[in-house]
Structure formats: structure tokens, C-alpha cells
């Protein structure tokens, strides 16, 4: 079956650092959303892509999608306190629809 | 608009009983999923409901079904509670089969 994975599991950041989590897909997507969940609540929709190479940028978080829709990156630039929580990647099979969520990566950040 | 609402927010239950998990879609939403999320790893996908209809379910065992009613809320029952079905069962609304999922706060089932 379709498995996403994501790495890396955990991503300690100084304060004003960037930093970038990656994720991959062993069958081709549909779409891949990005979600983020804050210890103790549930996932928060951030991002959909849908087009093979696109990119999106919502202020200091930029999303790509590689051009084989099996890949995508998160990038954080300048991190702040307020970026701590877990980033889940979920591939959307285009055939069954359903959403797979990779193992997420957790951020800690030093101030 | 209300987002989605689950209930009940916490659960402790016995190894051997069932449990039936409510969820309400956010007004508009057709389609509903239901995730299992253990401590420290993703969610996993259990099953979607679009418009009443089954459109995909998980590697879950037959212990674990749902449905979805007229109005678009849905159940999702799991019978004889395994200690490790304990975990947060989350719902998600989205307005159609491939669009983004809105998640409720999740129900925490505590199995002893």
C-alpha cells in the first residue's frame, strides 16, 4: 500500500534559524496537504498542492511539490516560538482518495 | 459557522465493550473521515463517508465500522475494545472527496 514518509522526526531549531522537513510518497499523488498540530490538539489544515513543481508561500513557510508528485518540502525561515508544534505531510491517492499521513515531524525551538 | 464538533471529548472504556464515536461536519461538508492518531505518530486513515456511501476504509480490522446519516453527521463504532485500540479518534469534514479535511478537537478512548 502507499506509504508517506517524512523526515526528519524531530527538528530542534535556535530561535531565528530556518529549516526545512521533507516528505515522499512511494506512489504517485494527487494532491499532498500539509497540516500542523500543537501538543494537545488536532491537525490544522495549512496547504493543498496540487500541480506537479508548485510552489506556495503563506509568509515565512514556503510548500513545494516536486515534479514527479511523490515529493514535497516544508521550509521555515526565521523559525519563532510560535512554530513549535508537529508538520504532518498527507498524499491524496487519486484513486481511492484516501489520505495518507507521514509519521509528521516535531519542532522545538530554543529562544 | 460551527467547525466540526465530536463528542464525546474523552472515553474510558473495558477491553471487550463497544464504543460508538459521534462527529458533525461543518455545514455544507459532504464528506466525512475518521482517523485513528496514536501518541507520536500521524494520523491513520480508518474510513471516508461521501454523500452515505463508503468511498474507502483503512487496514482496520472488521471490529471497527461506521455511517454516515442524511444529514451528513456520522458514527464510527468500534466493538470488543482491544487495550490497543486506545488512542485519539479524529473526524474531518471536507466539501469534496479531494479537498482539504477540517478536524475536530478528536475523541480520547482510553481502553483498561
Known amino acids: 500500500g502507499q506509504q508517506v514518509m517524512q523526515i526528519p522526526q524531530y527538528q530542534h531549531v535556535q530561535e531565528g534559524e530556518d529549516f526545512t522537513t521533507y516528505c515522499n510518497s512511494s506512489?504517485?499523488?494527487?494532491?499532498i496537504q500539509w497540516y500542523k498540530q500543537r501538543p494537545g490538539g488536532h491537525p490544522v489544515f495549512l496547504i493543498q498542492l496540487v500541480k506537479s513543481g508548485e510552489v506556495k508561500k503563506q509568509k515565512r513557510l514556503t510548500f513545494q511539490f516536486g515534479e514527479a508528485k511523490k515529493n514535497s518540502s516544508l521550509h521555515i525561515t526565521a523559525t519563532q516560538t510560535t512554530d513549535v508544534g508537529t508538520y504532518f505531510c498527507a498524499g491524496l491517492r487519486s484513486n481511492d482518495y484516501k489520505l495518507s499521513f507521514g509519521a509528521g515531524t516535531t519542532v522545538t525551538v530554543r529562544a | 459557522d460551527a467547525g466540526v464538533t465530536q463528542s464525546p471529548t474523552h472515553l474510558i472504556k473495558t477491553r471487550g465493550q463497544h464504543v460508538t464515536l459521534r462527529c458533525s461536519p461543518i455545514?455544507?461538508?459532504?464528506?466525512v473521515s475518521w482517523y485513528q492518531q496514536v501518541l507520536g505518530q500521524g494520523p491513520q486513515f480508518i474510513f471516508q463517508y461521501y454523500e452515505k456511501e463508503e468511498r474507502g476504509r483503512g487496514n482496520f480490522p472488521d471490529r471497527f465500522s461506521a455511517r454516515q446519516f442524511p444529514n451528513y453527521s456520522s458514527e464510527l463504532n468500534v466493538n470488543a475494545l482491544l487495550l490497543g485500540d486506545s488512542a485519539l479518534y479524529l473526524c474531518?469534514?471536507?466539501?469534496?472527496?479531494?479537498?482539504?479535511?477540517?478536524f475536530g478537537q478528536g475523541t480520547r478512548l482510553t481502553v483498561v
Open positions: 474531518a469534514s471536507s466539501l469534496d472527496l479531494n479537498t482539504e479535511a477540517f
Open positions: 455545514s455544507g461538508h459532504k464528506s
Open positions: 506512489t504517485t499523488l494527487s494532491n
